[in-house]
Structure formats: structure tokens, C-alpha cells
Nanobody, 124 residues
Framework: QVQLVESGGGLVQAGGSLRLSCVVS????????MGWFRQAPGKEREFVAAISRSGGSTLHADSVKGRFTISRDNAKSTVYVRMNSLKPEDTAVYYC?????????????????WGQGTQVTVSS
């Protein structure tokens, strides 16, 4: 069974930075493409970023492009998202997800496993 555990969330002022981590256990990490999503209260789950199995290909949502960077360390079975220049509208629960697909995916339905989420709150 695959388990994903996120960490690194918290309260930060606008303009600040956070780095979220997601550790994956249970299967060989490098066989999964990984994604980050977020969900604010009353809103649908939204794509943030995704990274291929090797880390050689990444996608970022337009809303975070230039501010967020996804990366992975296959030796540590961990995927990260570095979030800079945070805005109040970035406030949400952030989830990491894993897919066995060869392709990097933007839609939640394309992912097989999910973490429990970590709260990020950005104050103005």
C-alpha cells in the first residue's frame, strides 16, 4: 500500500516562503509521477504543479508560475514544492498525489494515491 505524508505547511505573511514536503512509502518512488494540488474552502481541488518520474519534466499552474517550484529527490522518496512570494489567495489545504502514469497530469482524476494534506495560510 502506498502512503503519502505531507509536511511543511503553516501560517506565513504575504510575500513569505514555505517549502512543502511529501514522503512516499510502500512502493518504488521513482515509478510514480507526482503532483501537488490545493483546495480552498468552498472551492474545487486545483492543480498546482506536477513532475515526471525522473524529474526531467515539470508543469506549473499559471497562477503559481514563477513563484512555486516543484522538485523531487528519488533517493529520499520525497517530492517538494517551494513556494515564494506567497499571496493570501494561496491559502488552502495542499495535497500531494502519485500516479503510475508515464505522463505528467493536471487533473485530480489522473492520480492514484493521495496524502492527507497540509494547511497553508497566508495572512495579508
Amino acid at each position: 500500500q502506498v502512503q503519502l505524508v505531507e509536511s511543511g505547511g503553516g501560517l506565513v505573511q504575504a510575500g513569505g516562503s514555505l517549502r512543502l514536503s511529501c514522503v512516499v512509502s510502500g512502493r518504488v518512488f521513482r515509478t510514480y509521477a507526482m503532483g501537488w494540488f490545493r483546495q480552498a474552502p468552498g472551492k474545487e481541488r486545483e492543480f498546482v504543479a506536477a513532475i515526471s518520474r525522473s524529474g526531467g519534466s515539470t508543469l506549473h499552474a499559471d497562477s503559481v508560475k514563477g513563484r512555486f517550484t516543484i522538485s523531487r529527490d528519488n533517493a529520499k522518496s520525497t517530492v517538494y514544492v517551494r513556494m515564494n512570494s506567497l499571496k493570501p489567495e494561496d491559502t488552502a489545504v495542499y495535497y500531494c498525489a502519485a500516479t503510475g502514469s508515464l505522463l505528467v497530469r493536471r487533473v485530480p482524476a489522473g492520480y492514484d494515491y493521495w496524502g492527507q494534506g497540509t494547511q497553508v495560510t497566508v495572512s495579508s
